[in-house]
């Protein structure tokens, strides 16, 4: 575990230094700041269902980018050799680039968190749709840094993971459609494939284990993945 | 000249390397490669670019597994028992792979606690291998901000800074220019005796002044072991071989 902590430590450093994340924080702040004003300032309802569709949309096209040189920046400089030399398990290298990456999106959902604020100040939110969107947020966060990893692990080129992170991303968010060409009872398992399909419920305040099961397993099956990944050689 | 399929035997040796392949696509990178390594010795490992000698070594640091054969570094397996192999060696890569972004205490610091050593230690360590690789006035300097040679004497370091039995260096000449590679032969000489030393190269002249044995490697085979002082034309016995 000390060197799971050692790791994170190495990972927090260069993601927190690194020009993309505050890229990434920007575009990120300004889009839906920018939206949330103009949809209280038009609707004056006191919700933040609109947001949440939107930062779903962010994060599947921005966080590609963040994870892109987890592991493909590593091989490309070589340094991946130090760190699969040391005496480190695989998983903790794995796990401190997936934290990594985790922590600066929760940063910016926290950062978002002002918008609520703004509405409890302002107005008479649910609360629950907004807590059930936040955990939702962090779920995806979660399935979409740790395909990401898996993409960075795989390639040394940096351009190349973040393509096949957000091609994977797309697919899944798009895989609900292909229900309609596959026989049953197939159809259902494709159906429950669906990112979105899990998303909606949580925004809509109604909270299922089973669409938390969904970003969970999926999280731990990249993950998974990426371990083998570097552990094959 | 003892043959490489019959090793001369060695008494509870740090590395022992038993009919190790390594296969890539079914062409064989190492070929049924048997070699022990005494305790404190320098040993060369020669070959021409592409002979396995890089390969030989990713084995042995737990980089690479092998197609078959078995490794061991101080009786620990390098697969089955690969932490206990890896926290006795120490291993500078032939690419100087260092992270650029950070200074050389910050780097020297993680590659110490990545292997174990608790805060104090560390530094203690830090100080210690900075002395001893001349690098004592640049530990706050950026890395990407030095010199090749500078490089080089920080990737000694981490490989240094956990107090390693075993030396592992890839082409440690590589690049360097002749001070350099004179500063880093006797360095490597320094070490004989108190660690065991294992370096690559594909200069004859190299690992003639600073290995105490030669292994020549060519096409992934390992053609024969020889005590330097032992062979007085060490060239002539290469071009009969190769």
């Not at chain 1, 807590?131 to 993409?151: Q, W």
């Not at chain 1, 009872?185 to 949580?202: E, K, W, Y």
């Not at chain 2, 060369?44 to 670019?49: E, M, S, V």
């Not at chain 2, 390969?55 to 092998?66: D, K």
Request: with cysteine.
């Amino acid at each position: 575990m000390r060197a799971l902590g050692v790791l994170l430590r190495k990972e927090l450093h260069a993601t927190f230094t690194s020009p993309i994340a505050y890229a990434v924080a920007a575009v990120f702040l300004l889009v839906t700041g920018y939206t949330f004003s103009l949809t209280l300032f038009f609707t004056k309802v006191a919700n933040l269902t609109y947001i949440f569709h939107q930062m779903y949309v962010l994060l599947i096209l921005l966080v590609p980018v963040l994870t892109m040189r987890a592991f493909a920046e590593e091989r490309k400089a070589d340094t991946l050799e130090l760190l699969l030399t040391a005496p480190v398990h695989e998983v903790w290298i794995v796990l401190a680039k997936f934290l990594a990456a985790l922590v600066l999106v929760a940063c910016l959902l926290i950062a978002s968190g002002a918008y609520a604020v703004v509405l409890g100040l302002y107005g008479e939110p649910d609360w629950a749709p907004i807590y059930g969107g936040y955990l939702a947020l962090f779920l995806l966060a979660c399935l979409l840094v740790s395909v990401g990893t898996l993409a960075s692990s795989l390639t040394e080129n940096q351009v190349v993971a973040a393509t096949c992170s957000l091609g994977a991303c797309l697919m899944l968010w798009f895989a609900d459609s292909a229900a309609y060409m596959v026989p049953a009872p197939l159809d259902s398992v494709v159906i429950n494939l669906s990112l979105i399909g899990h998303f909606t419920p949580f925004v809509s305040g109604s909270l299922f284990l089973s669409d938390a099961g969904y970003y969970l397993t999926l999280s731990l099956l990249a993950l998974f993945l990426a371990t083998r990944v570097v552990t094959d050689r | 000249m003892s043959h490489p399929t019959e090793p001369a035997r060695i008494d509870n040796p740090i590395v022992a390397i038993e009919g190790v392949s390594k296969l890539y696509g079914g062409v064989a990178a190492v070929s049924d490669v048997t070699l022990h390594v005494r305790r404190g010795e320098v040993l060369g490992l020669l070959g021409p670019n592409g002979s396995g000698k890089t390969t030989l070594l990713r084995m042995l640091t737990g980089y690479l597994s092998p197609t078959s054969g078995r490794l061991s570094v101080d009786g620990y397996d390098t697969e089955s028992q690969r932490m206990e192999a890896r926290r006795r060696i120490g291993y500078v890569p032939e690419s100087l792979p260092l992270y650029s972004h950070m200074r050389v205490r910050e780097f020297l610091t993680f590659m110490a606690r990545l292997r174990g050593l608790d805060a104090s230690a560390a530094a203690a360590a830090i100080v210690e291998v900075a002395e001893q690789v001349g690098l004592t006035d640049r530990l706050a300097a950026p890395i990407r901000t030095l010199s090749r040679g500078y490089r080089q004497r920080v990737a000694i370091a981490q490989a240094l800074v956990h107090r390693p039995d075993l030396l592992i260096l890839d082409e440690p000449t590589n690049g360097l220019d002749p001070r350099q590679i004179i500063e880093t032969r006797n360095f490597i000489r320094e070490l004989a005796g108190r660690r065991t030393v294992i370096m690559s190269s594909h200069i004859l002249g190299e690992v003639e002044k600073v290995a105490d044995r030669v292994a020549i490697l060519l096409q992934g085979r390992l053609l024969s072991v020889e005590v330097v002082a032992d062979t007085p034309d060490l060239e002539a016995l290469f071009l009969s071989l190769t």
